[in-house]
């Protein structure tokens, strides 16, 4: 019970702040990425299958709409393989179990990860109408989404599913009070507990993502796949400026573990994706999840919990990372 307050006030606070984009500007990730069913997962996805979900504060009483920026697959936003032959599922899930369904939480899409009530759902192939365009799904009522105690509010998910085809799907998401344009949801957030994402081009960008880390957790272990070898991955924390991170090769996954410094409870972690200069490294897939000792996943929030963690010299200049 001690925890879940905790952790209900620090969502509070999180969520007293205003933007929905998925990926937002402090991550600095241009898109998500999903392919289709039948790609070769040395293009970079391990599954097929991203998840998100959407935090509506339980005071907000306005319908919300769920705005997905590119959603077909075709045009100059997405990876073709051959020719435009994918199709992609996005599905809309609240009611009971849609978050807290354990197959819900998991990396894989296997089991019941479809739990829930659907509230919408749409497949998208090559279509000039969606592409560089917004497709919206709703109005929804907050309520039709879970209400989860801890989140003190209510979670709406949403999944890419690539059913048909081997081309990558590039697309945004955007939590919305608007049906045709981008309206925020006053404390409203977003995460998920796989990151499946594009990388820039540009060698001198750098991504972020920001897992969570609460005060049950004593180590982490950071697993990426398929980053081609390109350049570094780092962490930066109140604690630590600098713990690198093996970076995996073409179709493979790689994981290190490192321990929790007691400053780094309750905070977020900034895991920091650096492409190296040359040979430049173009259009590069990245899958990434990080797990706590009891191999539990920890969510990355758009809007990192706290904020974007800063270094702390004071605290974390006698550190050595371990």
Same mark, same amino acid.
């Given at each position: 019970? +001690?925890?879940?307050?905790?952790?209900?006030?620090?969502?509070?606070?999180?969520? $007293?702040?205003?933007?929905?984009?998925? !990926? $937002?500007?402090?991550?600095?990730?241009?898109?998500?990425?999903?392919?289709?069913? @039948?790609?070769?997962?040395? =293009?970079?996805?391990?599954?097929?299958?991203?998840?998100?979900?959407?935090?509506?504060?339980?005071?907000? +009483?306005?319908?919300?709409?769920?705005?997905?920026?590119?959603?077909?697959?075709?045009?100059?936003?997405?990876?073709?393989?051959?020719? =435009?032959?994918?199709?992609?599922?996005?599905?809309? &899930?609240?009611?009971?179990?849609?978050?807290?369904?354990?197959?819900?939480?998991?990396?894989?899409? +296997?089991?019941?990860?479809?739990?829930?009530?659907?509230?919408?759902?749409?497949?998208?192939?090559?279509?000039?109408?969606?592409?560089?365009? =917004? &497709?919206?799904?709703?109005?929804?009522?907050?309520?039709?989404?879970?209400?989860?105690?801890?989140?003190?509010?209510?979670?709406?998910?949403?999944?890419?599913?690539?059913?048909?085809?081997?081309?990558?799907?590039?697309?945004?998401?955007?939590?919305?009070?608007?049906?045709?344009?981008?309206? !925020?949801?006053?404390?409203?957030?977003?995460?998920?507990?796989?990151?499946?994402?594009?990388?820039?081009?540009?060698?001198?960008?750098?991504?972020?993502? &920001?897992?969570?880390?609460?005060?049950?957790?004593?180590?982490? @272990?950071?697993?990426?796949?398929?980053?081609?070898?390109?350049?570094?991955?780092?962490?930066?924390?109140?604690?630590?400026?600098?713990?690198?991170? !093996?970076?995996?090769?073409?179709?493979? =996954?790689?994981?290190?573990?490192? @321990?929790?410094?007691?400053?780094?409870?309750?905070?977020?972690?900034?895991?920091?994706?650096? @492409?190296?200069?040359? !040979?430049?490294?173009?259009?590069? *897939?990245?899958?990434?999840?990080?797990?706590?000792?009891?191999?539990?996943?920890?969510?990355? &929030?758009?809007?990192?919990?706290?904020?974007?963690?800063?270094?702390?010299?004071?605290?974390? $200049?006698?550190?050595? *990372?371990?």
């Amino acid at each position: 019970m +001690k925890y879940i307050c905790f952790l209900s006030i620090i969502m509070v606070i999180c969520l $007293a702040s205003v933007g929905q984009p998925v !990926p $937002a500007g402090d991550e600095n990730i241009p898109y998500l990425m999903t392919f289709g069913s @039948k790609a070769e997962t040395s =293009w970079g996805d391990d599954d097929f299958s991203q998840t998100f979900f959407f935090l509506i504060p339980e005071t907000f +009483k306005e319908p919300v709409f769920i705005r997905v920026f590119d959603p077909d697959t075709g045009g100059d936003i997405d990876e073709i393989n051959g020719i =435009w032959d994918t199709r992609t599922m996005f599905s809309v &899930y609240g009611g009971k179990e849609c978050y807290s369904h354990k197959d819900a939480q998991e990396t894989d899409p +296997k089991g019941n990860y479809k739990s829930g009530v659907l509230l919408a759902s749409k497949v998208f192939g090559e279509n000039p109408k969606y592409n560089n365009n =917004w &497709y919206t799904f709703g109005p929804f009522n907050p309520t039709e989404g879970e209400y989860v105690e801890k989140f003190g509010g209510y979670v709406i998910k949403v999944i890419a599913d690539g059913v048909a085809g081997n081309d990558g799907n590039l697309y945004r998401y955007f939590l919305s009070t608007g049906y045709s344009a981008n309206k !925020p949801v006053e404390g409203g957030n977003a995460f998920a507990y796989e990151y499946s994402f594009r990388m820039y081009d540009n060698p001198n960008e750098i991504s972020h993502i &920001y897992p969570y880390v609460d005060d049950r957790t004593i180590t982490v @272990k950071l697993s990426n796949f398929d980053w081609d070898f390109d350049g570094a991955i780092r962490t930066v924390s109140v604690a630590r400026n600098n713990q690198r991170s !093996p970076i995996s090769g073409d179709d493979h =996954w790689i994981s290190d573990e490192f @321990k929790i410094f007691d400053e780094e409870k309750n905070t977020s972690l900034d895991i920091q994706f650096i @492409k190296k200069k040359a !040979p430049p490294v173009i259009n590069n *897939n990245v899958v990434v999840n990080v797990r706590n000792q009891y191999n539990e996943l920890l969510p990355f &929030y758009v809007i990192p919990i706290g904020g974007v963690p800063k270094y702390k010299y004071g605290i974390g $200049a006698n550190r050595v *990372n371990p």
